[in-house]
């Protein structure tokens, strides 16, 4: 059971940023992604729609008998929770980690974040950051362009169009005073250069792809469900569509390219 994989689903790209944290954390772990990107993005979806892609994502995983189900997008962790408490036995998303993490973190109790309408709506993130920390202020921003900003490849510090962005995004955030900011979408810890520098240095950034990777390997090492092999663990990569532009962001994210034989194309219904 050890040797089974972790399966690590997102809604498109985004979820390769906490794929190449558990890579780093657990490298002899076996990993399967899947990115549902012929349905991309769930932000702007219903709950009822977003519940029904959760299902029918986990349906494509479990054929292959997972040991650990990683949420790594915010949307699917936050508006999906029922689903995913209904079907999965061991399996942790982007939205607990972070919280626990921001909560932590903060100095003034003031705590920023930043994610997609639907994830925000849910008001996840803030029901958990005060169930942790109940005199918390939390701010929310939904932030959807900096999914493109990323996707584009306009994440350098000095890139024009992404400073833009940021400083409109984080104007009433940074007005809050908020001390700590958490990274609630997966694209957006590629944009921590220039969200650090709008914010200022005294902001602490949650990157909800660590913290996420550093809760999964807790579960599991608290589970007793660790892989024992010494050898590097086997990769493998699902999208629903679109593998070319896949393979072309694999590399924004994980800092290499995945060859396109690499990457398997699925229908998920």
Aim: charged share 25%; proline share 3%; aromatic share 8%.
């Amino acid at each position: 059971m050890n040797e089974a994989p972790i399966a690590i689903f997102d809604s498109g790209v985004g979820g390769l940023s906490v794929f190449r944290e558990i890579e780093k954390l657990m490298p002899n772990e076996n990993l399967i992604y899947f990115g549902d990107t012929a349905r991309v993005p769930y932000g702007t979806r219903s709950a009822e729609t977003i519940k029904k892609f959760v299902k029918s994502d986990l349906d494509f995983l479990f054929k292959f008998k997972p040991k650990f189900i990683v949420v790594a997008c915010g949307t699917a962790s936050c508006v999906g929770a029922p689903v995913l408490e209904a079907e999965c036995e061991h399996y942790t998303s982007v939205i607990s980690p972070s919280a626990i993490a921001a909560a932590k973190a903060t100095k003034n109790g003031k705590i920023g974040v930043i994610s997609t309408k639907a994830t925000l709506k849910s008001g996840a993130f803030e029901r958990k950051i005060k169930e942790i920390k109940p005199d918390a202020e939390v701010y929310t921003q939904a932030s959807q362009m900096f999914v493109n900003v990323v996707e584009n490849g306009w994440i350098d510090e000095d890139n024009e169009i992404a400073k833009a962005v940021a400083k409109e995004y984080l104007k009433d955030l940074k007005k809050a005073g908020v001390d700590t900011l958490i990274l609630g979408c997966t694209h957006f810890p590629l944009l921590s250069a220039v969200i650090g520098n709008e914010m200022g240095k005294e902001v602490k950034l949650i990157s909800s792809g660590y913290e996420t990777a550093l809760a999964a390997k807790m579960d599991l090492e608290k589970a007793g469900l660790r892989s024992t092999s010494k050898k590097p663990g086997t990769k493998r990569c699902f999208v629903s569509d679109g593998v070319d532009s896949f393979c072309e962001l694999t590399e924004l994210f994980l800092g290499h390219r995945v060859a396109k034989e690499n990457v398997e194309l699925v229908e998920v219904i």
